[in-house]
């Protein structure tokens, strides 16, 4: 797998997206607390901060291995920590998967567009993917938007894309491909 210093800071116009770290639980436990923050996605609001130190540590594992890449989104200025967004290999090789989310206290901002767009450049340019997919629960329509604005391609959706509470959650999927030098 591809070797990236833990270092790597990914500049934007207004964002820095560095990697993870334990300063960033206080950023994931508020943005948890926020009712219906948790459902579009795979994982449930931790009961405890003390339930994300082994989630960090798994991360930051998970990138010194080459096989996830995940980030927190800061803003620029004041290095204030306002979401997440990651990119983990998939089983074919070349193909990676993006996901990310931002604190409800900072939606509707452009925010994320900008964040992915920089992690998707580092995907193709630092990772050599040839594809880059992502998903979004159906009735997560910011989300859609975001992935359209991004150029993703709608390719299917997926009935049972993840189980919340036991029960299936429809997806959205999409995928982007390398431009051909």
Known sequence: MKSVPLETVLQTKRLQVRSVSHSDIDLVWSASRTPGFNDGMVWDPPKSKEELIPITEKNISAWKEGQSFTFTIELAE??????????????NPGVWDIGFWIHPDYWNKGYATEAARAVIEF??????ASRI?????????????????????????NPCGFKKQGKPVAEYEYAIEAKPL
Do not use: M, Y
């Open 78 to 91: 004041e290095n204030t920590p306002i979401g997440r967004i990651a990119i983990r290999c998939e089983d």
């Open 123 to 128: 995907g193709f340019v630092e990772l050599a």
């Open 133 to 157: 997919t992502t998903a979004h629960a159906i009735f997560n329509t910011p989300s859609k938007r975001v992935i359209e604005k991004l150029g993703f391609q709608f390719t299917g959706e």
